[in-house]
């Protein structure tokens, strides 16, 4: 990911282990994550220049112990954060380049080599963008058409997992009480005050239940502050130090950005209305203007109604109307 689209809140929230743990207990494979002895995360350096892109790569980087066949290994957890507007098309291509250089810059730091083995990769691809993803998620499949069985071996394969989240239901996030659910919840609240209000009042609650809550008080702070100044909400970050201490502050803030909210959508309603009403009296004035061509072509002139309709832009049933009208 290019740092043009770098979220800075997410690579701190994904700086610490905790987090890490939220994101692969709460939203990957059980299959995986029970595997997985998350005591063991380790963060390691994702900066590194990707050639083929030309581009700063930092995404992050973790280790952490697995376990299967009786037999112990490190597997790196490879978390791509895409942020962008539009889903990326080209992402199995990106993905598959970013494990190579990955993998050849263990190779150049010693922490593998070539004939020992690579360690496996777990790559996840993290969205939170307004369009549910669809882009492909297998760089085979982008191969196209489906090339004969005989070359099928000799095509790359690289599968990423994608965690979109929008895609999940406020249902779906309640049910897994976790701070980070809580921070898809209110990313998923949109520009809305009166939602993100709600999202708000939950993740205070996740927190104030955490075992550790003074610290990931001080992390989600942290992260909401970012994100309400990239919203543009004008609110006096620089007070709020804690959410569950200036949590009514914050609630305050949030209710009169509601209530201007729904101000503003009176008011466009009716400007609306305002506006529909001045269109459907100038309409109105441009019949009674062809009304009046009608009533005087019928009083000095011998034309049939047809003619007089077709004169006027009304139909006949309309000018026969206006006849009998003037014969009274």
Not at 6 to 20: A, C, I, N, R
Not at 72 to 79: C, S, W
Not at 211 to 238: F, N, V
């Amino acid at each position: 990911m290019s740092s043009n689209h770098h979220d800075t809140g997410y690579k701190e929230l994904f700086s610490h282990p905790e987090f890490v743990q939220q994101l692969i207990e709460g939203f990957a494979p059980n299959e995986i994550a029970s595997l997985m002895n998350f005591a063991t995360l380790k963060q390691h350096s994702g900066n590194y220049i990707t050639p083929l892109f030309e581009e700063k790569f930092e995404d992050v980087v973790w280790s952490v112990e697995v376990t299967w066949n009786g037999i112990t290994q490190d597997v790196f957890l490879y978390i791509l954060l895409e942020f962008q507007s539009k889903v990326d098309n080209t992402m199995p291509l990106r993905l598959m380049h970013y494990v190579a250089c990955f993998y050849d810059h263990l190779l150049k730091n010693r922490a593998a080599t070539a004939r020992q083995g690579l360690p496996p990769i777990f790559p996840v691809v993290l969205y939170n963008g307004s369009q549910r993803w669809s882009a492909r998620q297998d760089i085979y499949d982008m191969v196209q058409p489906e090339p004969p069985e005989f070359l099928r071996a000799y095509q790359p394969h690289l599968r990423y997992y994608l965690i979109d989240e929008g895609h999940f239901t406020d249902e779906q996030l309640s049910d897994n009480y976790t701070p980070l659910s809580g921070v898809f919840g209110i990313e998923n609240a949109g520009h809305s005050w009166e939602a993100l209000q709600q999202a708000v009042d939950r993740v205070v609650g996740i927190i104030e239940a955490d075992p550790d809550k003074e610290r990931t008080d001080r992390i989600i702070t942290r992260w909401i502050k970012r994100h309400l100044s990239k919203l543009g909400a004008e609110l006096q970050l620089e007070r709020l130090d804690s959410l569950t201490e200036d949590r009514d502050m914050l609630a305050e803030n949030l209710e009169n950005l509601v209530k201007k909210e729904q101000q503003i959508g009176l008011q466009k309603g009716l400007e609306q209305g305002r506006q529909e009403g001045r269109q459907e009296g100038r309409q109105e004035g441009r019949r009674e203007a062809k009304r009046d061509m009608a009533r005087n072509l019928i009083s000095r002139t011998e034309m049939d109604d047809q003619l007089i309709a077709e004169i006027a832009g009304l139909t006949v049933n309309e000018v026969s109307v206006l006849r009998s009208q003037v014969r009274h």
